[in-house]
């Protein structure tokens, strides 16, 4: 649902780094937060204090009650590495030329994360396509792309709604967390088709170098060197790809369509000026919500109606 299984990996690696060393705290931290994790690890508690997640649960359980009732259709595509990716799509109760595709958050799944959203967007009249990045939930891939490697996975989706629908949906874009990095990332890629109209950008972060570095000066007053670096390393001889190969940040800059970005004011885990730098780099059409006491991914829950509010009229606007 967040990076919330980051910080849990971070804080186990506080002790091996005192104890070991910088090295055995990096490959630590690698073997805790970029493999395939097959249990969602989150602790809520991290996330908000327990009286708000006991009232967010009131909001998430009886949605994700509903998808799960929904007449949800398995599909697949081939990753450009060829790893088979899953979705579930759904559509509309009536036809319709407007699509969302859902991009949910670390260690988490499609049906978790985007059970509310797809709610709100199954009412307002459009198919929803809910994916399951990579290395998560029935998408195949041995390790965790944190946006560097979903970003061709996002336009992997896009071709397929355009293919089967010979590119006749409007397509929006709405991710959370990781998934809303991975949306960024592709947001200004020459291989976005046109027929992405609008983007939804919830909390996202602007690296996964960024996010770890935050974490170790937050929790354990480190600086990035040298841990970040060994774990760049390994990361790049396992995964494929190194923390520092790409950012939200490159991409926003040669963004091609209009960019709703969403965070929390409480959010401490992605921080809040993640979001700002986002906002402040992107070049095309843009608008961006700060939501009071809204933790890291919890502003859907903690104002509902400003984000439902606030998420029509961006959207009406270019859909």
């Not at 991290?46 to 398995?74: C, F, G, R, S, V």
């Not at 400003?306 to 009229?313: F, H, I, K, N, P």
Request: net charge negative; with cysteine; aromatic share 10%.
């Amino acid at each position: 649902m967040s990076t919330s299984g980051i910080v849990t990996g971070a804080a186990a690696v506080g002790a091996v780094l005192l104890a070991a060393g910088s090295t055995a705290g990096a490959v630590y931290l690698f073997n805790r937060v970029i493999p395939r994790q097959d249990e969602v690890r989150v602790d809520v508690s991290e996330m908000a204090d327990m009286t708000k997640w006991e009232e967010y649960k009131k909001i998430i359980h009886p949605n994700k009650e509903w998808l799960m009732a929904q007449p949800l259709e398995h599909v697949t595509v081939k990753a450009g590495d060829g790893i088979t990716l899953h979705a579930d799509y759904l559509p509309a109760e009536t036809e319709t030329d407007k699509l969302v595709i859902g991009f949910h958050g670390y260690t988490s799944c499609g049906s978790n994360d985007f059970s509310t959203l797809s709610h709100y967007y199954h009412d307002r009249g459009y198919d929803c396509l809910i994916v399951d990045n990579r290395a998560h939930g029935k998408s195949e891939g041995d390790y965790i792309g944190f946006g560097i490697l979903d970003r061709f996975d996002c336009i992997s989706w896009v071709k397929y709604i355009n293919e089967r629908f010979n590119g006749e949906k409007k397509v929006l874009l709405h991710g959370i967390s990781m998934g809303a990095a991975t949306i960024l990332m592709a947001s200004g890629m020459d291989e976005l088709p046109d027929t992405v109209k609008c983007i939804v950008a919830d909390c996202g972060f602007t690296s996964p170098y960024d996010v770890f570095a935050h974490i170790l000066k937050r929790d354990y007053h480190l600086p990035p060197f040298p841990v970040m670096n060994i774990n760049d390393m390994l990361c790049r001889k396992k995964a494929g790809y190194g923390f520092r190969d790409f950012s939200t940040l490159d991409s926003v800059k040669k963004a091609h369509c209009p960019i709703l970005f969403i965070h929390g004011k409480d959010d401490d885990f992605v921080p809040t000026e993640m979001s700002v730098k986002n906002f402040n780099a992107c070049t095309s059409e843009k608008k961006l919500l700060i939501v009071e006491n809204a933790s890291h991914a919890a502003s859907l829950y903690e104002n509902k109606k400003l984000y439902e509010d606030a998420v029509t009229e961006f959207t009406e606007k270019y859909m």
